[in-house]
């Protein structure tokens, strides 16, 4: 399945700067070293000549993606007419009735962060969340197995 289009403004900011990056400044880096280490003589077991030509396709194949995939993007930057409800960009405070309550923001496929609670709108925890609102109770399967979460909070900020 395809990931959906959406980012936020500050995702799709992050994307620009890692493509202008990988263009402007790591990929001649990479290409003068890459030179560099060809002009030693016998590229077969040149150690540097292999491992720079290795960067070199990363960096290249990244570049593909981001030239390919931010052209399709589609930024929402705005709360939704309707901010109680949960829909993309929206902070979600979950409570799995075991009194830690955890907190999810529903972000694009390209700025997924598991550690800061970032959640692929394509994932199933947030197709389940998606137009609940407040105080409602959704049944999800989580790696865990199914749990019954309730909805604390919903708000829009960065």
């Known amino acids: 399945m395809k990931s959906s289009p959406y980012i936020t403004g500050a995702g799709y900011q992050r994307l620009k700067q890692e493509h202008d990056h990988l263009w402007r400044e ?3 880096e990479v290409v003068r ?3 560099a ?16 030509k290795k960067e070199l396709r990363e ?5 593909r993606y981001l030239q390919t995939r931010i052209p399709v993007l589609k930024v929402v930057d705005r709360p939704p ?5 949960v829909f993309f960009g929206a902070w979600v405070e979950l409570d799995d009735g075991s009194g830690a309550a955890r ?3 529903i ?6 962060d598991a550690r800061s609670g970032w959640i692929s709108v394509d994932s199933p925890l947030a197709r389940v969340l998606l137009k609940k609102q407040e105080g409602d109770a959704v049944q999800a399967q989580l790696p865990g197995g199914e749990v019954t979460l309730v909805i604390v909070a919903v708000r829009y900020d960065e």
């Open 103 to 105: 907190t999810y923001r």
């Open 37 to 52: 280490a060809a002009a030693e003589g016998d590229r077969s077991e040149n150690a540097e000549y292999i491992y720079r």
């Open 59 to 63: 960096i290249d194949r990244r570049l």
């Open 33 to 35: 070293a890459l030179a």
């Open 107 to 112: 972000v694009g496929g390209d700025e997924i």
């Open 81 to 85: 007419p309707e901010p109680h409800r």
């Open 26 to 28: 790591r990929r001649p």
